[in-house]
């Protein structure tokens, strides 16, 4: 299967290869996944050089009678770690779109929870709605039937605004179905 990317490094489409006629319809899949350049090791050596620093001037001023230094190092390693393990967490979010040529399946994974989403694709639009306040982030939401599904909220403004090009192009306007 080959990768093509989008314009924006976290994304990729991965159409499926066709077998034959009467095989499997053609699929395009958009893998979405935040930016995170600290990965889980780098998070541990990261704790690890911080708390060797803090522990020992912490120690050094417990050894003159000091003793509260040491009660706050620790206090602030332990806010460090919760801090580093909700962004570490925060990067393992995986969004999966999946258009065929007769659906739009969205798989939202987060925490070992998996939400998905289906809508026809026929009937599907891919909306970009504007921001309510100058700095908030837009949001690209397919719709479909009364119901919507938000995708790519940790992406930047700009994949964001290239994602909703990609997805119209695969998905296409309401009514209007373009060929895989």
């Known amino acids: 299967m080959a990768v093509h990317s989008l314009d924006m490094p976290e994304a990729s489409v991965l159409p499926a290869e066709p077998e034959s006629a009467s095989s499997a319809p053609i699929e395009h899949i958009v893998e979405l996944h935040p930016h995170r350049s600290l990965t889980p090791r780098g998070a541990r050596q990261f704790i690890l050089?911080?708390?060797?620093?803090?522990?020992?001037?912490?120690?050094?001023?417990?050894?003159y009678g000091y003793w509260p230094v040491l009660v706050f190092a620790?206090?602030?390693?332990?806010?460090?770690?919760?801090?580093?393990?909700?962004s570490v967490r925060s990067g393992l979010v995986t969004e999966t779109i999946t258009i065929t040529s007769q659906t739009v399946t969205i798989s939202?994974?987060?925490?070992?929870?998996?939400?998905s989403a289906v809508f026809p694709r026929h009937w599907s639009r891919v909306t970009l709605h504007a921001p309510l306040a100058a700095l908030?982030?837009?949001?690209?939401v397919l719709e479909s039937h009364?119901?919507?599904c938000e995708v790519g909220r940790f992406l930047t403004e700009d994949e964001r605004r290239g994602l909703a090009v990609r997805l119209k192009q695969l998905v296409g306007n309401m009514n209007e179905s373009p060929a895989l």
């Not at 050089?49 to 050894?63: I, K, W």
């Not at 908030?136 to 690209?140: F, K, M, T």
């Open 49 to 63: 050089s911080v708390a060797a620093g803090t522990f020992a001037v912490a120690l050094y001023c417990t050894a």
């Open 74 to 86: 620790c206090l602030e390693m332990l806010m460090l770690i919760w801090a580093l393990r909700c």
């Open 108 to 115: 939202h994974r987060e925490a070992g929870v998996e939400r």
């Open 136 to 140: 908030h982030p837009s949001r690209l």
């Open 146 to 148: 009364g119901r919507a």
